[in-house]
């Protein structure tokens, strides 16, 4: 069992940057792959980046590459570093924790965060 809490959402305005964290807990969090999506009001969830389990491959939606950055720590966070933030990037960011699988897909993840609200205004 893995349990995720996200931290670090907030209001921002467009140009600026934000870190959320997600700490998890649970005996193999090392062994998950680790992901971030977020959901706009009225819109479906969507995939925003994810890590593999030893850190070794990073994979980013087209929309943020180049301007979030993933990150895991051995001390069962994982960080999604979020620049040049846009008025689109608005949205409800969710932690996620999964096994084998295509990344992007939700259905790959099998734990999940209570989600943190990202406000970016124009």
């Known amino acids: 069992q893995v349990q995720l809490v996200e931290s670090g959402g907030g209001l921002v305005q467009a140009g600026g940057s934000l870190r959320l964290s997600c700490a998890a807990s649970?005996?193999?969090?090392?062994?998950?792959?680790m992901g971030w999506f977020r959901q706009a009001p009225g819109k479906e969830r969507e995939f925003v980046a994810a890590i593999n389990w030893y850190a070794a491959y990073t994979y980013y939606a087209d929309s943020v590459k180049g301007r979030f950055t993933i990150s895991r720590d051995n001390a069962k966070n994982t960080y999604l570093q979020m620049n040049s933030l846009k008025p689109e990037d608005t949205a409800v960011y969710y932690c996620?924790?999964?096994?084998?699988?295509?990344?992007?897909?939700?259905?790959?993840?099998?734990?999940w965060g209570q989600g943190t609200q990202v406000t970016v205004s124009s």
């Open positions: 649970g005996r193999t969090f090392s062994s998950y792959t």
């Open positions: 996620a924790a999964g096994g084998g699988g295509v990344v992007a897909e939700s259905a790959t993840y099998d734990y």
